[in-house]
């Protein structure tokens, strides 16, 4: 099943995300590597990030949010406000995803 995480940074949060992302890029690729379908910062009018939007593929929501839970970003403390729910694709790249 897939899942998806929205994460807002705390305020101020600019300092530590940009100190913090080379283990958040690390984690990414070495710890979720092919669960993880869809990631990216939320950016402001300016062009800075914000916050982060994940899409992972887990067995059930216990394992995404463990995945989540260890993201150095989390460990950090950087994420002020977050959600998490259940997603399913329907298009990617332009093209509807066969169901």
């Given at each position: 099943m897939q899942f998806i995480l929205?994460?807002?940074d705390k305020a101020g949060g600019l300092p530590l995300r940009m100190s913090?992302?080379?283990a958040h890029l690390?984690?990414?690729e070495?710890?979720?590597g092919s669960r993880l379908l869809y990631a990216g910062p939320m950016l402001e009018a300016a062009g800075n990030p914000t916050g982060s939007?994940?899409?992972v593929e887990?067995?059930?929501e216990a394992e995404a949010k463990a995945l989540f839970a260890k993201d150095p970003y989390a460990l950090a403390g950087l994420f002020g406000?977050?959600?998490l729910t259940g997603?399913?694709?329907v298009f990617c790249n332009g093209e509807r995803v066969p169901v």
């Open positions: 929205i994460a807002h913090t992302r080379p690390a984690y990414c070495q710890e979720i939007v994940m899409i887990a067995a059930d406000q977050t959600s997603f399913k694709t």
